[in-house]
């Protein structure tokens, strides 16, 4: 990966373990990769990578360095909410960069598109997608070859999806965070979309929950499927009485105006794809699986309009 510059800034949490931060850009700068990285450990405040306004600054100059193409959160965790009405969206566009994460960052995906139209990318961050002992070469493959394009191709594996062949805008991510944005400034409209959801330690119901929020709220209208990641983390209870995922499941596919298909690789897993935010993407599902193509993004050769 000669040639290719990331910018790194931890607009959410600080790294668990600063040592492993240092091991990880190591690997990135023997793969020929230039790191240039904006998070000072010593400025971690609280659970978080800095106080606010030094978080904000470490954002904004990993958008203004000239020979960076590629913005990449520390972390996700929690953060990016305290900087919404401070960040300058339009500057971020202009700065044809090239912005990655996934998780809390799902906030400034959704704010970037609401402000300006443009595109990121929900895909892999430093921790711990660049840090682990053993790299999982699905994850590190899936970013490359996505941001190489011109087209990027995610295989979803389950049985029991709906057949389907539908297109749309591909819009998502963690749903806590959608859920949150939902009434504010930030909260883009996609229509005509194809929505995929992640989420880690949210019970079944929760997850129903903020899908009937969505619901009730208009967000779903028009939408051509919903695409589930993973959804784990969480605890059954004996008094669930037999309330689990796949009952919420069934529910959901009897009451959601659209298709929901389960086995996105995507969330907080070892083996994620990545996701550009905003591309053109057709799903096409069979009885194994789906197939979901994604064009029309920006990728490393050719710059965000």
């Known amino acids: 990966m000669k040639n290719i510059c990331i910018a790194i800034a931890a607009p959410s949490g600080a790294a668990l373990d600063d040592a492993a931060v240092a091991r990880g850009i190591a690997r990135l700068e023997e793969g020929g990769v230039t790191v240039h990285n904006y998070y000072d450990p010593g400025d971690k405040f609280q659970r978080f990578g800095g106080t606010g306004a030094g978080r904000l600054a470490q954002l904004e100059a990993a958008a203004r360095d000239p020979d960076a193409q590629i913005v990449m959160a520390l972390r996700g965790s929690y953060g990016i909410s305290r900087l919404l009405p ?20 799902t906030a400034f995906h959704m704010g970037l598109m609401a402000a300006t139209g443009r595109q ?7 921790c711990d997608d660049f840090i682990r ?3 999982v070469g699905y994850t590190l493959d899936q970013f490359w070859q996505c941001l190489q394009g011109p087209t990027h191709r995610v295989r979803g594996m389950a049985t029991g999806n709906p057949l389907v062949d539908v297109e749309g805008t591909l819009w998502g991510g963690n749903l806590a965070m959608l859920n949150h944005l939902v009434g504010t400034p930030y909260f883009a409209r996609v229509p005509h979309g194809i929505l995929f959801l992640e989420d880690i330690g949210e019970h079944p119901y929760r997850i129903e929950r903020m899908l009937l929020q969505l619901l009730y709220a208009g967000v779903l209208d028009g939408q051509r499927a919903i695409v589930l990641g993973d959804v784990s983390g969480y605890r059954l209870a004996p008094f669930d009485n037999g309330y689990d995922f796949d009952a919420m499941l069934a529910y959901l596919r009897t009451t959601l105006p659209m298709p929901i298909l389960t086995g996105l690789p995507f969330g907080h897993v070892k083996e994620r794809c990545t996701l550009p935010f905003g591309g053109r993407a057709r799903l096409v599902s069979d009885d194994g699986g789906f197939d979901l193509t994604v064009t029309d993004y920006p990728t490393l050769a050719r710059p965000t309009r």
């Open 86 to 105: 401070q960040i300058d969206f339009s500057m971020m566009a202009d700065s044809g960069k090239l912005f990655c994460g996934y998780s809390d960052f």
């Open 133 to 135: 002992d053993e790299p």
């Open 120 to 126: 990121s990318f929900a895909g892999p961050m430093v």
